[in-house]
């Protein structure tokens, strides 16, 4: 089965540092790819997302992320952060044959920005 | 313009009972998915329907189940109730593109606790 892997659990950064969140996925197919985060209280929302063409993707509020296909992974990155980045962030992995259409998360990454 | 909606906010139910919850999409999407977020985890996929139909299921039991209506909107019921069925319950409406390939859109959640 599909899984996603997340691998720091607990980032701590002081406000002004650079973010690197990791991701990987096993699945060899076609795939789409997300990075959601939550804010404290809030729900879910879209932060960036690959389907295909130029790996590198930007999303919201100065993230983006790169696709390497060749490793399985999808990795967040920010050159800054801000206190107001405090949230957790979820990787999906979308596979677009054979278990299509649904998201497979990570466990997610809690980040605490520190002033 | 409305994003996901979900009701109830908050549940408590006991063990054995039965329990329904509601979700309205983003307007313009014909597309509803069903999550559990346990806590400390990343959400766990349970169906998917499309044209009123389920068209994706993840590994939940029967007693699991859902229906969408003609106006879009969702049901997710569960039966039986079991104490490790108390999570926070998403759900994510979508546009389904002919690439297969689609965004999901997270409403708030309900949180139901099972005592």
């Known amino acids: 089965a599909q899984s996603v892997s997340q691998h720091n659990h607990h980032v701590i950064l002081s406000e002004a540092a650079s973010l690197e969140l990791g991701c990987n996925y096993s699945?060899?197919?076609?795939?789409?790819l997300f990075w959601y985060v939550q804010y404290p209280g809030q729900h879910l929302q879209l932060l960036l997302k690959?389907?295909?063409?130029?790996?590198l993707v930007k999303g919201i509020k100065g993230f983006e992320a790169e696709f390497i296909k060749s490793k399985f992974s999808f990795n967040l990155r920010k050159p800054s952060v801000q206190w107001s980045d405090t949230a957790e962030y979820f990787c999906?992995?979308?596979?677009?044959?054979?278990?299509?259409?649904?998201?497979?998360f990570g466990t997610g990454t809690q980040l605490k920005v520190e002033l | 313009d409305a994003g996901v909606t979900q009701s109830p906010t908050h549940l408590i139910k006991t063990r054995g009972q039965q329990v329904t919850l509601r979700c309205s999409p983003k307007?313009?999407?014909?597309?509803v998915s069903w999550y559990q977020q346990a806590l400390g985890q990343g959400p766990q996929f349970i169906f998917q329907?499309?044209?009123?139909?389920?068209?994706q299921r993840g590994n939940f039991p029967d007693r699991f189940s859902g229906h969408q209506f003609p106006n879009y909107s969702s049901e997710l019921n569960v039966n039986a109730l079991l104490l490790g069925d108390s999570a926070l319950y998403l759900c994510?409406?979508?546009?389904?593109?002919?690439?297969?390939?689609?965004?999901?859109?997270f409403g708030p959640g309900t949180r139901l606790t099972v005592t």
């Open positions: 994510a409406s979508s546009y389904t593109l002919q690439t297969g390939s689609y965004e999901q859109y």
């Open positions: 699945y060899g197919g076609t795939v789409n």
């Open positions: 690959y389907f295909s063409g130029d790996p």
């Open positions: 999906a992995v979308n596979p677009l044959t054979g278990g299509g259409n649904k998201l497979t």
């Open positions: 307007s313009g999407h014909d597309t």
């Open positions: 329907y499309y044209e009123e139909e389920e068209r």
